[in-house]
Structure formats: structure tokens, C-alpha cells
């Protein structure tokens, strides 16, 4: 067992090796050491999985929705107790500087918190009947097993989003988890096992969520699936547009959470001071890996030297390396080939005439061989630079310059993608012509905090590009239920609607 102080998380050689497909090498960003060798599963054993998800929903649809949530209750108490595990296995395996790896495992606690309450919420609309003696209501009821795909980067608090929700809303969970991140999925995996083990209302088969490992045809055969009302997915745009036709083909339904190219604005206005601690966090935040990192920077042209003047004194003095160690607060990237794409992402800016601050491989002094450790980039550029569309997951800030603030809104919207953005700004004005209906066209807009950092209590998630999917918080559950309207006549006439008549 490689990663030995693990076994706490349950991550044996049995629960790594359970898939009877390919071996595939997990190594850590850290320092590119191997980790563990998981296999992965074949598409007949996806197949037995959404089988046994199916049957397990049979059951698990008839448990009350308060036992439900009484299962999730336990889920979050057993994540407190192992929230410094999990948060180190979630930094050893993508990356993730210490505070915000054990922060991505809060996010699973607070969503299991949410979903406790929301298990006696799950209610429906009473609606007036416009038939006398009829009651007319909604209700809502469990839809069927999920399936959810997550990605690298939020390698556990993605699924406790979706599994959360879904277990009180009555339905098991099939979860592909990244193939960067797959010890992360076991591991959730077996924390859940933990307490579905000593639950009183578990199903015969005596689970509620299965992991299938693997690459991209693991993902398909789940998307593929009928017996999956619900796909839940979570990764690049092109994999969701894949995942909708798949999905739409066979009128499934699916909630799709894809790239962000979030924005902040910057007015004459703003705390200057705040706005490049917000800037900072959500730039070089997670090395810029979040859906929700800031990618560009509209400053009105009367502040964006000031703006730049700091942000350069931060960025050169930023500690790169180690996530695991105090005061980390930029760890690798992923892997060689997204700081390949950085670099890429750079050359193509500097050719359409950005000016590059930072940017290229931070090596030297206690920085580990092996990662891919990288400088975040700042790159004054003209918002029209074809680069400025793309999202490339990395910390590279464009930084734009605007003289009108409609100006400023139109051009934050002339991108495919609508996740999430900012403004910086102390005119209620201004701040609420950005929240308007003319403003930010993003399914997330803030006035005076960054782009990422979402608290789970608000629906998350994003349109155009980004899916239109919504998560975690609000009434977000809706989507893993399904509405049964129901009409009840408790007369002795038979009243028809819209009064028509039709004696026999
Ligand atoms: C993601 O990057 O996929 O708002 C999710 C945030 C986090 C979630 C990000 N709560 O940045």
C-alpha cells in the first residue's frame, strides 16, 4: 500500500484494484512520485454498477427523506473527524495548497449540513383548484440513480455536492471521478461506506454510491445509460457538449457544470486594497484551477497602473511550491502538459501583443523536482486578443483596460463561457448596474469579492458555454427529483376543467 497513512480512508489494495480493466499510475503534482496503481473498470462492470444503483434505488426511494438526510448527517460528522486526511489526500494527489485542500473538504460539510435541512424541505406547492371540492398539488419524488462525473480539481467536493443532494432527494449516486484523482473518489467512497454500514434503512445490497475508475469510455458508458435519469458533470466544454448530446439523445437530463472565463471590473471607485486581495485569491488561487478563477481583469484606465503596480509586487513575491508546507500559497499545476499550455497560452498572448509579466517554470530552493511548479502570469492586453476567449487552466490574468462601464459589461459578456464575475466598485450605481439584468451575464455576480470561493448555499453554476447546470445550494435539488402534479376530486361530482362539459 503506497500511500500508507492513508488506511484510515479506506484506500486498500482491494478498493484500488477492484475495477478488472487497465492498471493506470496515479503520481502526485507534488513531486511526480507514484502514488498507487488503480484499475480500471471495465463497461460491464459500469454496467453492474448502475444495475445494483438501480436496484438499490428501488429500495432506497420509500426510506422517509428526514432518515435520508439522518444518513447524510452521519456522512458530514464522519467528515469532520477525517476532514485532515481527506484534505491531505486531496493536496497529495492534485495539489492543493493545505488551507485550501482541508477548505475544499468544509465545502463537503457544509453541503451535507445544507442537505440534512433541506431533507425535511423537500416539500411541494398547494395549489388553488379551480374545481370546487379538488385538491391540487405537487410533490416532489425521488428520480432515480445519478450519475456524476467530477474533474481534477475539486477532486471531492463536487461529489459531496451531487451525493448529498442526491441521497436525501432518494437516489444513489454512479460517480467517475477523474482519472488524475481517483484515490480521492475511493477514499469518499469509503467514508460514505462508514456510516451506509451501521445505517438501519440501507438496501439489501448494502450501498448507496459506486466509483467506476477509468478514462473517457467509462465516462460515455455512463452517460450512455438509461438507467441514469441524471447526469451530473462537471469538466471542459467540450466534454459537456459531448455529454449533452449523449444525454439529450436519450432524453435524459443533465446538469452541466464547464469552463468559466470569469472577469472582475475594477472602477475609479473601488478599495484598491481589497480589490488585489480578491484578485490575488481568485487568480492564483488552486494555481488558478478553479472554474471559477479570475481570468480577466477590466480596470478603468485611471487605476490600472496603480492596479498592476501591486499586483506585480505580490505576484514577485508569491511562495511557490510545496503544498503541504505553511505558507505555500501557490502549488503545482496538475501536470507537465497544463503548464505546456500555460506557456502556449502565453506565446499566443505576447503574438497578439500582450505584454507578459511573470510566467515560466519557478525552480530553485525548496521547490519540489518532478511538479510542475509555474509563475503566475500577469498580461496587459487589448480585450479584443483572440486569448482573451479561451480559458486555459492556469494563473494567467489578462488585464484589460476600460473608459466606460457599459463598455466594460459588454465586453465582459462578449465571451462564450458565463460562470462567474466581479465588480470593485463603491457606487451603488455602478454595483447595481453590473447585478441588473443589463449587467454581468454570469450565473454568479459579485460586488466587492473575487470570482471563486462560492459559499454552497447559493445554487452554483454558470450559462452559455459553462452548461447552465446548477449545484449545491438554493433549490438546486430540484434537478435529482422528479414533480408529479396530482389533482384529487374528494366530491361527489366530476367537475371537468375549463368547464367543459361532457355528459354521457
Ligand atoms: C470548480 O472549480 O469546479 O466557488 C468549483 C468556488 C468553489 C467551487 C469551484 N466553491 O471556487
Same mark, same amino acid.
Given at each position: 500500500?503506497?500511500? *500508507?497513512?492513508?488506511?484510515?480512508?479506506?484506500?486498500?489494495?482491494?478498493?484500488?484494484?477492484?475495477?478488472?480493466?487497465?492498471?493506470?499510475?496515479?503520481?502526485?503534482?507534488?513531486?511526480?512520485?507514484?502514488?498507487?496503481?488503480?484499475?480500471?473498470?471495465?463497461?460491464?462492470?459500469?454496467?453492474?454498477?448502475?444495475?445494483?444503483?438501480?436496484?438499490?434505488?428501488?429500495?432506497?426511494?420509500?426510506?422517509?427523506a428526514p432518515r435520508r438526510?439522518?444518513?447524510?448527517?452521519?456522512? !458530514?460528522?464522519?467528515?469532520?473527524?477525517?476532514?485532515?486526511?481527506?484534505?491531505?489526500?486531496?493536496?497529495?494527489?492534485? !495539489?492543493? +495548497?493545505?488551507?485550501?485542500?482541508?477548505?475544499?473538504?468544509?465545502?463537503?460539510?457544509?453541503?451535507?449540513?445544507?442537505?440534512?435541512?433541506?431533507?425535511?424541505?423537500?416539500?411541494?406547492?398547494?395549489?388553488?383548484?379551480?374545481?370546487?371540492?379538488?385538491?391540487?398539488?405537487?410533490?416532489?419524488?425521488?428520480?432515480?440513480? +445519478?450519475?456524476?462525473?467530477?474533474?481534477?480539481?475539486?477532486?471531492?467536493?463536487?461529489?459531496?455536492?451531487?451525493?448529498?443532494?442526491?441521497?436525501?432527494?432518494?437516489?444513489?449516486?454512479?460517480?467517475?471521478?477523474?482519472?488524475?484523482?481517483?484515490?480521492?473518489?475511493?477514499?469518499?467512497?469509503?467514508?460514505l461506506q462508514s456510516v451506509?454500514?451501521?445505517?438501519?434503512?440501507?438496501?439489501?445490497?448494502?450501498?448507496?454510491?459506486?466509483?467506476?475508475?477509468?478514462?473517457?469510455?467509462?465516462?460515455?458508458?455512463?452517460?450512455?445509460?438509461?438507467?441514469?435519469?441524471?447526469?451530473?458533470?462537471?469538466?471542459?466544454?467540450?466534454?459537456?457538449?459531448?455529454?449533452?448530446?449523449?444525454?439529450?439523445?436519450?432524453?435524459?437530463?443533465?446538469?452541466?457544470?464547464? !469552463?468559466?472565463?470569469?472577469?472582475?471590473?475594477?472602477?475609479?471607485?473601488?478599495?484598491?486594497?481589497?480589490?488585489?486581495?480578491?484578485?490575488?485569491?481568485?487568480?492564483?488561487?488552486?494555481?488558478?484551477?478553479?472554474?471559477?478563477?479570475?481570468?480577466?481583469?477590466?480596470?478603468?484606465?485611471?487605476?490600472?497602473?496603480?492596479?498592476?503596480?501591486?499586483?506585480?509586487?505580490?505576484?514577485?513575491?508569491?511562495?511557490?511550491?510545496?503544498?503541504?508546507?505553511?505558507?505555500?500559497?501557490?502549488?503545482?499545476?496538475?501536470?507537465?502538459?497544463?503548464?505546456?499550455?500555460?506557456?502556449?497560452?502565453?506565446?499566443?498572448?505576447?503574438?497578439?501583443?500582450?505584454?507578459?509579466?511573470?510566467?515560466?517554470?519557478a525552480t530553485g530552493g *525548496?521547490?519540489?523536482?518532478?511538479?510542475?511548479?509555474?509563475?503566475?502570469?500577469?498580461? @496587459?492586453?487589448?480585450?479584443?486578443?483572440?486569448?482573451?476567449?479561451?480559458?486555459?487552466?492556469?494563473?494567467?490574468?489578462?488585464?484589460?483596460?476600460?473608459?466606460?462601464?457599459?463598455?466594460? +459589461?459588454?465586453?465582459?459578456?462578449?465571451?462564450?463561457?458565463?460562470?462567474?464575475?466581479? +465588480?470593485?466598485?463603491?457606487?451603488?450605481?455602478?454595483?447595481?448596474?453590473?447585478?441588473?439584468?443589463?449587467?454581468?451575464?454570469?450565473?454568479?455576480?459579485?460586488?466587492?469579492?473575487?470570482?471563486?470561493?462560492?459559499?454552497?448555499?447559493?445554487?452554483?453554476?454558470?450559462?452559455?458555454?459553462?452548461? !447552465?447546470?446548477?449545484?449545491?445550494?438554493?433549490?438546486?435539488?430540484?434537478?435529482?427529483? @422528479?414533480?408529479?402534479?396530482?389533482?384529487?376530486?374528494?366530491?361527489?361530482?366530476?367537475?371537468?376543467?375549463?368547464?367543459?362539459?361532457?355528459?354521457?
Amino acid at each position: 500500500m503506497p500511500v *500508507d497513512f492513508h488506511s484510515a480512508l479506506g484506500l486498500s489494495d482491494a478498493s484500488l484494484s477492484a475495477g478488472k480493466g487497465d492498471a493506470f499510475a496515479v503520481t502526485s503534482p507534488i513531486d511526480g512520485r507514484e502514488l498507487a496503481a488503480v484499475t480500471a473498470h471495465t463497461v460491464d462492470q459500469v454496467d453492474d454498477a448502475i444495475a445494483a444503483s438501480r436496484d438499490a434505488f428501488m429500495q432506497w426511494r420509500a426510506v422517509p427523506a428526514p432518515r435520508r438526510g439522518e444518513l447524510v448527517r452521519r456522512l !458530514g460528522n464522519t467528515l469532520r473527524e477525517h476532514k485532515t486526511e481527506l484534505g491531505r489526500l486531496v493536496s497529495i494527489e492534485v !495539489g492543493k +495548497i493545505t488551507a485550501e485542500a482541508e477548505g475544499e473538504v468544509q465545502e463537503m460539510i457544509d453541503i451535507c449540513d445544507f442537505a440534512v435541512g433541506l431533507s425535511r424541505q423537500v416539500g411541494g406547492l398547494t395549489i388553488p383548484s379551480e374545481r370546487p371540492d379538488h385538491h391540487l398539488l405537487e410533490r416532489w419524488h425521488p428520480l432515480g440513480p +445519478i450519475g456524476v462525473i467530477t474533474a481534477f480539481n475539486f477532486p471531492v467536493a463536487v461529489w459531496a455536492w451531487n451525493a448529498a443532494l442526491a441521497l436525501v432527494c432518494g437516489d444513489p449516486i454512479v460517480w467517475k471521478p477523474s482519472e488524475k484523482a481517483p484515490l480521492c473518489a475511493v477514499a469518499c467512497d469509503a467514508l460514505l461506506q462508514s456510516v451506509v454500514g451501521g445505517f438501519e434503512d440501507i438496501p439489501p445490497g448494502g450501498r448507496l454510491n459506486w466509483v467506476v475508475q477509468g478514462r473517457r469510455e467509462v465516462g460515455e458508458r455512463v452517460a450512455a445509460s438509461e438507467k441514469l435519469p441524471l447526469i451530473s458533470a462537471t469538466g471542459s466544454i467540450p466534454m459537456g457538449k459531448a455529454v449533452a448530446q449523449v444525454v439529450g439523445a436519450r432524453l435524459g437530463r443533465s446538469l452541466l457544470e464547464l !469552463g468559466g472565463n470569469n472577469a472582475m471590473l475594477v472602477t475609479p471607485s473601488a478599495d484598491l486594497e481589497l480589490a488585489v486581495r480578491a484578485i490575488t485569491f481568485s487568480a492564483v488561487g488552486t494555481a488558478g484551477q478553479r472554474c471559477t478563477s479570475l481570468r480577466r481583469l477590466f480596470c478603468h484606465r485611471s487605476v490600472t497602473d496603480d492596479v498592476v503596480g501591486r499586483l506585480e509586487k505580490i505576484y514577485g513575491q508569491l511562495s511557490i511550491g510545496d503544498p503541504t508546507k505553511p505558507g505555500t500559497l501557490v502549488g503545482p499545476l496538475i501536470d507537465a502538459a497544463a503548464a505546456v499550455a500555460m506557456d502556449a497560452a502565453l506565446e499566443q498572448a505576447k503574438e497578439q501583443g500582450g505584454a507578459v509579466f511573470g510566467g515560466g517554470r519557478a525552480t530553485g530552493g *525548496d521547490i519540489p523536482a518532478g511538479g510542475a511548479y509555474v509563475k503566475p502570469a500577469i498580461v @496587459r492586453i487589448d480585450s479584443e486578443a483572440p486569448i482573451v476567449a479561451c480559458e486555459t487552466f492556469a494563473p494567467i490574468l489578462y488585464v484589460l483596460e476600460y473608459d466606460d462601464l457599459n463598455d466594460a +459589461i459588454a465586453r465582459h459578456n462578449a465571451v462564450p463561457q458565463g460562470l462567474s464575475s466581479a +465588480i470593485f466598485t463603491n457606487d451603488v450605481r455602478e454595483a447595481e448596474r453590473f447585478l441588473s439584468a443589463t449587467g454581468s451575464d454570469c450565473g454568479i455576480a459579485n460586488v466587492n469579492i473575487g470570482t471563486s470561493g462560492a459559499e454552497i448555499g447559493g445554487a452554483f453554476g454558470g450559462e452559455k458555454d459553462t452548461g !447552465g447546470g446548477r449545484e449545491s445550494g438554493s433549490d438546486a435539488w430540484k434537478a435529482y427529483m @422528479r414533480r408529479c402534479t396530482q389533482t384529487v376530486n374528494y366530491g361527489r361530482a366530476l367537475p371537468l376543467a375549463q368547464g367543459i362539459n361532457f355528459d354521457v
